[in-house]
């Protein structure tokens, strides 16, 4: 049978993981969300005086090694609940299944793809010009290896518990959801906008 955390067979542990995952998911967070506030706020946040322009920067990239950190708190979390439930080897197994047939790796691979062709083909028929490839920084190159972590929880931990307990449909929606949340603090930032969060969910959600 499906195996599910019972929060009656753990409840000392839960008594601790609980507050000490959310302490660390605030501690994470905190220096983006304290970006809100500019330069006062950083300098309150690591009680440093920022005198200049490029202390600005550098304390700015300090947090966003703190954002770094946070794509690993999906997986985390996922790890901790089902160490605490005893199912760690089912998420390890969700991990590193890799022989699955080749219509899946078609459709993982493919299917993106083919989505991302439909919603450029429809933005140029509207009357868009083509966007070019850019470029691509270090920091999005590390942001795309290090988003598995992300991939964990989403879809290695919470995406299968919801899945025993409602449709797929409404499953998939509820991650899209709580994935979209999760990235609420880097639109509360400086130069970010809430009409640029609503873009993120509505690409996110569905």
């Known amino acids: 049978g499906r ?4 929060k009656a067979e753990y409840p000392l542990a839960m008594k601790w993981i609980v507050p ?9 967070h905190l220096p983006p969300v304290l970006g809100v ?8 946040a690591y009680n440093v005086a920022i005198a200049g322009p490029d202390l600005s920067v550098l304390m700015r990239h300090r947090a966003l090694m703190f954002g770094l950190l946070a794509l690993f708190g999906p997986a985390l979390g ?3 609940v089902c160490w605490a439930g005893g199912t760690t080897g089912e998420l390890r197994g969700r991990i590193t299944r890799w022989r699955v047939s080749p219509r899946s790796y078609l459709a993982a691979f493919g299917i993106p793809f083919a989505a991302t062709a439909v919603a450029l083909v429809a933005y ?3 009357g868009h010009i083509a966007p070019g490839l850019g470029s691509i920084s270090a920091i999005e190159v590390l942001i795309f290896v290090l988003v598995v972590g992300e991939e964990i929880g989403w879809r290695g931990f919470l995406m299968p518990r919801l899945r025993t307990r409602m449709r797929l449909p409404v499953a998939g929606l509820v991650t899209g959801v709580v994935w979209t949340l999760w990235h609420l603090p880097i639109y509360l930032q400086p130069g970010q906008t809430l009409a640029g969060f609503a873009v993120f969910a509505w ?3 569905p």
């Open 20 to 28: 000490l995952m959310l302490l660390l998911v605030a501690m994470i």
């Open 124 to 126: 140029i028929l509207v």
């Open 37 to 44: 506030f500019g330069v006062a706020g950083m300098e309150a």
């Open 78 to 80: 996922a790890f901790v």
């Open 203 to 205: 690409w996110v959600v």
């Open 3 to 6: 195996s599910r955390c019972r």
